[in-house]
């Protein structure tokens, strides 16, 4: 059961350079989410989804978009990297009322 | 817009004793779910304990148990006999009930080390 897969683990970027973060599920469920961590500040909701075709901003948006064309999937794009941009990037789904399932993370560098 | 608050960045325990994490929310709503997750340095996000608002009784699972005060607006983890694995950042988690309002907020987080 492999949960929820995200790759890569590691990316380095070019300031201006673009790049999809991918996220999997095979669980079925219905909600995703994109996380960022920086130091101090917890983890903040990029974008959501609560439904295939149907997403959503979060609280720091800029710079990202998502689609959801499947309920399985979930990519992250970021349309030209910045240097506030280095983070790293959980992705995350649930069922309705339960507890969000992880992926492993993505700890990104912009240079 | 809902808020979660943890007031302490750090704490220390002492191995075998007990330790309580503090959090604080703020919602309008009258049905939501509280979580705690566990950080390793691993940095893997892992689901330790889930709370329902329409239950008053508090959840347990193993060594951990919370305080859930509903009309506070507080919900606290209680760590038993910890251990040296239990050393971690530990957030606290709000989720609504429906749509929108489903996706988690988290807590600043608290890290939590163990004393040998």
């Known amino acids: 059961n492999a949960g929820v897969t995200q790759t890569p683990k590691f990316q380095v970027l070019k300031t201006g350079q673009s790049m999809t973060l991918q996220c999997a599920q095979d669980m079925n469920h219905e909600y995703m989410s994109w996380y960022r961590q920086d130091p101090g500040m917890g983890l903040r909701l990029i974008h959501y989804?609560?439904?295939?075709?149907i997403t959503d901003q979060g609280e720091v948006p800029n710079g990202y978009n998502v689609s959801r064309s499947t309920t399985e999937d979930f990519p992250l794009r970021l349309l030209s990297a910045a240097p506030s941009q280095t983070s790293v990037y959980f992705c995350?789904?649930?069922?309705w009322g339960g507890g969000y399932t992880f992926g492993s993370g993505t700890r990104l560098t912009v240079v | 817009a809902q808020t979660v608050t943890q007031s302490q960045p750090e704490m220390s325990v002492q191995e075998a004793e007990t330790v309580t994490l503090s959090c604080t929310y703020d919602t309008s709503e009258s049905d939501y779910y509280l979580f705690w997750y566990k950080q390793p340095p691993s940095r893997q996000m892992i689901l330790v304990i889930r709370q329902e608002a329409y239950k008053q009784q508090n959840a347990t699972e193993n060594r951990f148990s919370v305080n859930f005060q509903k009309a506070a607006k507080s919900f606290s983890l209680k760590i038993s006999d910890s251990q040296l694995g239990d050393a971690a950042m530990y957030f606290c988690?709000?989720?609504?009930?429906?749509?929108?309002?489903?996706?988690?907020?988290f807590g600043k987080g608290i890290t939590l080390s163990v004393r040998p």
């Open positions: 989804s609560v439904g295939a075709g």
């Open positions: 988690a709000y989720r609504g009930p429906t749509g929108a309002n489903s996706k988690l907020t």
């Open positions: 995350a789904s649930s069922y």
